[in-house]
Nanobody
Framework: QVQLVESGGGLVQPGGSLRLSCAAS????????MGWYRQAPGNGRELVAA???????KYAGSVKGRFTISRDNAKNTVYLQMNSLKVEDTNVYYC????????????WGQGTQVTVSS
């Protein structure tokens, strides 16, 4: 079992930056694949970025070059640095933990709102 708590969302102007944090507790955090997701148009959640325990990363095409995912295994925390934010990045961002790099895991945080607006 893993519990996830996100923080760092808020309101920012287009072109600005935010850093999201997700603190994990419960299980051996270092073995989990950690990811950030956001609500997809219609239904479900889409991957924003993911990182393995050894640091392998992947990104959605829409955020590549602007967002950076990182983790600190000593602090049981994963981060999402978001730069050059666009209005279309406005969404609720969810932290996720699982065992597979190819799909979302079973554990979700409560979500944090990111609003990009002038």
């Amino acid at each position: 079992q893993v519990q996830l708590v996100e923080s760092g969302g808020g309101l920012v102007q287009p072109g600005g930056s935010l850093r999201l944090s997700c603190a994990a507790s419960g299980d051996d955090y270092s073995i989990y694949v950690m990811g950030w997701y956001r609500q997809a148009p219609g239904n479900g959640r889409e991957l924003v970025a993911a990182i393995t325990g050894r640091g392998t990363r992947k990104y959605a095409g829409s955020v590549k070059g602007r967002f950076t995912i990182s983790r600190d295994n000593a602090k049981n925390t994963v981060y999402l640095q978001m730069n050059s934010l666009k209005v279309e990045d406005t969404n609720v961002y969810y932290c996720n933990a699982g065992r597979q790099f190819e799909r979302a895991g079973d554990y979700w945080g409560q979500g944090t709102q990111v609003t990009v607006s002038s």
